[in-house]
């Protein structure tokens, strides 16, 4: 089964505001990676958290670890247009020498 | 100056045919990866090369055999096509900080 599994799968706001998504897994991670899609286009690697960190931050990306409740969620501060994309989440799993990756957050931003 | 690059972008075949996919990157990586995007954009990890020697294989059929003939270099050869094989296929490679760069992608549909 899925080691990452996203919510919500699909998220449409108004340019400008926030966007959240979210990703829990299953078994212990070395780390939990977000990617970028765009449509038609290979994965952006978006930021890396390790499993001793709790935040991290990049430009108007944050996001959140939560270990003991095997969780993440990214946010994306100030919304544009070309944040459009579907969201993945990632999680190196001990052991596993290999990316699991969630089915993704469709994020879509109206001008 | 691509990073990860990949040859063809689109493929169409019919069934019972054979067909190669090849991938290149030129940031000196060591590891590099096939990945199987579905028509739900669920991405599977499917073979996994460290400097030439295959470390991961999870269970694809044998009708997929990969090939590294140099660290920058992993294709993917597809036996006697079948119609479930229609998706994106993705080579990535992964950096040193364990962030992974991925290819265009290659989206193959068989009739």
């Known amino acids: 089964s899925q080691q990452g599994e996203e919510d919500p799968q699909a998220l449409s706001i108004q340019e400008g505001e926030n966007a959240t998504m979210n990703c829990s897994y299953k078994?212990?991670?070395?780390?939990l990676q977000w990617y970028r899609q765009n449509s038609g286009r290979g994965l952006v690697h978006l930021i890396l958290i390790r499993s001793n960190e709790r935040e991290k931050h990049s430009g108007r990306l944050r996001v959140t670890l939560d270990t003991s409740k095997k969780s993440s969620s990214l946010l994306i501060t100030a919304s544009r247009a070309a944040d459009t994309a579907s969201y993945f989440c990632?999680?190196?799993?001990?052991?596993?020498?290999?990316?699991?990756f969630g089915q993704g957050t469709r994020l879509t931003i109206n001008p | 100056d691509t990073a990860v690059s990949q040859t063809p972008k689109y493929l169409v075949t019919q069934m019972g045919n054979d067909k190669s996919i090849k991938c290149e990157q030129n940031?000196?990586?060591?590891?590099m990866y096939w990945y199987k995007q579905d028509s739900k954009k669920f991405l599977k990890i499917m073979f996994s090369?460290?400097?030439?020697?295959?470390?991961i294989n999870e269970t694809v059929p044998n009708r997929f055999s990969p090939k590294s003939p140099d660290k920058a270099h992993l294709n993917l050869h597809i036996n006697s096509l079948e119609l479930g094989d229609s998706a994106v296929y993705f080579c990535?490679?992964?950096?040193?900080?364990?962030?992974?760069?991925f290819g265009p992608g290659t989206r193959l549909t068989v009739t």
């Open positions: 078994t212990s991670i070395n780390n």
């Open positions: 090369y460290n400097n030439k020697e295959l470390i």
């Open positions: 990632a999680t190196d799993v001990e052991g596993a020498q290999k990316l699991v």
């Open positions: 990535a490679s992964m950096g040193p900080s364990y962030e992974q760069y």
């Open positions: 940031l000196g990586h060591d590891t």
